[in-house]
């Protein structure tokens, strides 16, 4: 079955459980080609399960609803399949690989391998491609290095669609100016970008935003409108604040 | 030259080594088939003395008082038929502030019976180093018994390293057992990379005794095995001197109906001495694998990514 024309991305009444409890619940999400798109919520609102879900991650498969990329029906796809067709993922916690060096590391996703590709990423987050590329993506690199390697990959396979599953958390404030050039640069190279992040400021770089409450979408629209709402209904997040209600917040969905 | 050093040379390369070192005369070098010396040659500062017996050769290997050798030795043992016995046994020392690097393949390729034994002793002075990096280059029936056994001394302020590395063919039956004493200031680390399949085994013991104050030593294993293989590794630190510190890190991957057993031995004998361990056991790292496949590779070839960086 094919999407509606206009849409990279395209959800319907999505619904996954976790151990029991429900963690996405009847969500439905269009995500158009060449946009960024934001999904801001707080701490456990549901973000990097949707991620995973989209992603095809094992143990995320969704009990009911559908999944949608560039007009083609993935929800049962494998990861590689999903990857293959042009989505890929920036995790928030990258995974380390002993052995690995960074060069070989981006190469894996890269259809030319193309060396100048590989440096221009490294440069866009603040990397010099000289100290990096031989070096391994294991326990040696810190965090923050290791996460800016991740979006760098990202960066060199371009794809149709970028998960980037909170790419400023661990990142030092200098750096953060530049990761957030890379995002806009991938959308100026025609990449969609889904932006996950808890951060309103973040998410003020998206062209739409949509706000994750519970596994619920709660509100949908411009970023800064989204944003703005976020700030007002969320911070705190009524849902750890017993004085306030949830319900105010999730009435809207 | 005879047709068996022909395909020595040939083995050789395809085991990843480079024949023509054995044209550079600033490179010592041995090649040994079976029982039979095919070549050798020594520099300045090395004595290389190998001696034929019925089932091997023994190598008599000195570097005089504070020689550093600058290239590294090349050693080549094999043994081509698909049956045969090879015994080495070597006695290397290492005078004070003198140094080597050793760089041993040894290549079985068409084994069906094959026994290969090494037998080392090896006493590294003061001041003075030895590294041993061993690759191994086996056929694909697994035909091999492979027994090598290490006894070192080393002395204070002083290294000893030794790479192992058999990633390429069958295993076929492998027992290592390294012991090495390790002096004051001085430095232990002993890595073994391997893969195993089909129904070999593997079994490595290493043991290091941090006797000499300040000494530190590393045991570090990396072994994947699939199919029916098995593995078995016993790493033991023991650290008896003040400001002894020591590491043993162990990772063994499994795949299929294959089996591994990792015991880490650390035991530490003075108060002011530290020794930790780590030791994990099981399916390629989930995150890992899916890492890969978000970027594309099937998840086969992202198993075999993961497994081929770990044993590099």
Redesign the interface.
């Known amino acids: 079955m094919k999407a509606m024309e206009g849409e990279l991305l395209k959800i319907e009444n999505l619904s996954l459980s976790l151990g029991g409890r429900q963690v996405l619940r009847e969500l439905n999400l269009k995500v158009e080609p060449g946009a960024i798109h934001a999904i801001l919520g707080t701490n456990a609102a549901g973000k990097t399960s949707l991620a995973y879900t989209i992603?095809g991650?094992?143990g995320y498969t969704p009990k009911e609803g559908r999944i949608f990329f560039n007009g083609e029906e993935i929800t049962h796809y494998?990861?590689?399949k999903?990857?293959?067709l042009g989505m890929?993922?920036a995790?928030q916690e990258?995974?380390?690989?002993?052995?690995?060096t960074v060069e070989d590391y981006i190469k894996?996703?890269m259809k030319e391998k193309d060396p100048g590709l590989i440096k221009e990423a490294l440069n866009f987050v603040l990397l010099e491609p000289r100290e990096y590329l031989k070096r391994v993506v294991d326990k040696t690199l810190s965090g923050g290095e290791r996460k800016r390697i991740e979006l760098a990959?990202v960066f060199a396979?371009k794809p149709l669609l970028a998960i980037l599953d909170e790419p400023d958390s661990g990142i030092d404030v200098l750096a953060l100016d530049h990761v957030v050039n890379l995002i806009k640069e991938m959308k100026r190279r025609g990449t969609t970008i889904l932006l996950i992040t808890h951060r309103e400021e973040v998410a003020e770089i998206a062209d739409k935003a949509s706000l994750l409450c519970q596994g619920f979408i709660v509100k949908e629209g411009e970023a800064k409108e989204v944003g703005e709402y976020f700030k007002k209904k969320c911070l705190p997040c009524p849902v750890y604040n017993p004085e306030e209600k949830i319900e105010e917040v999730v009435e809207e969905k | 030259m005879s047709k068996d050093y022909e395909y020595m040379l040939k083995a050789y390369a395809e085991s990843g080594g480079a024949p023509e070192v054995f044209k550079d005369s600033r490179v010592a070098h041995l090649v040994v088939h079976k029982n039979k010396v095919y070549g050798s040659h020594t520099v300045k500062g090395l004595v290389l003395e190998p001696r034929e017996t019925e089932t091997g050769v023994d190598i008599s290997l000195l570097v005089e008082k504070g020689q550093k050798i600058e290239y590294p030795v090349h050693l080549c043992f094999g043994v081509l038929p698909d049956q045969g016995v090879q015994e080495i046994r070597i006695r290397a020392k290492i005078e004070d502030g003198a140094g080597v690097s050793l760089l041993a393949h040894c290549i079985f390729p068409n084994a069906v019976n094959v026994v290969h034994r090494m037998e080392a002793e090896i006493e590294i002075g003061n001041n003075a180093f030895y590294e041993y990096n061993e690759v191994h280059y086996h056929g694909t029936t697994g035909g091999v018994e492979v027994v090598p056994k290490a006894k070192v001394k080393v002395g204070d302020k002083s290294y000893f390293r030794t790479n192992f590395s058999l990633i390429k063919g069958r295993v076929g039956v492998f027992d290592l057992d390294y012991e090495a004493d390790v002096g004051e200031s001085s430095v232990l680390e002993m890595t073994a990379r391997i893969f195993g399949y089909g129904d070999d085994r593997i079994k490595i013991r290493e043991v290091g005794r941090l006797s000499g104050k300040g000494s530190r030593g590393l045991l570090k294993s990396r072994v994947a095995v699939k199919d029916n293989a098995q593995s078995e590794i016993f790493n033991e630190l023991v650290a008896s001197a003040p400001e002894a510190r020591g590491h043993v890190d162990c990772v063994e991957i499994v795949q299929g109906n294959a089996r591994a057993k990792a015991t880490p031995i650390v035991s530490v004998l003075n108060e002011f001495a530290r020794v930790t361990h780590e030791a994990a056991i099981g399916r390629v790292d989930k995150k890992q694998v899916e890492t890969l496949m978000a970027r594309g590779l099937e998840e086969e070839k992202a198993i075999d990514l993961v497994i081929s960086g770990m044993l590099k």
């Open positions: 992603m991650i094992s494998p990861i590689f999903r990857a293959q890929t993922m995790w990258p995974a380390r690989f002993e052995g690995l894996v996703g990959s396979m």
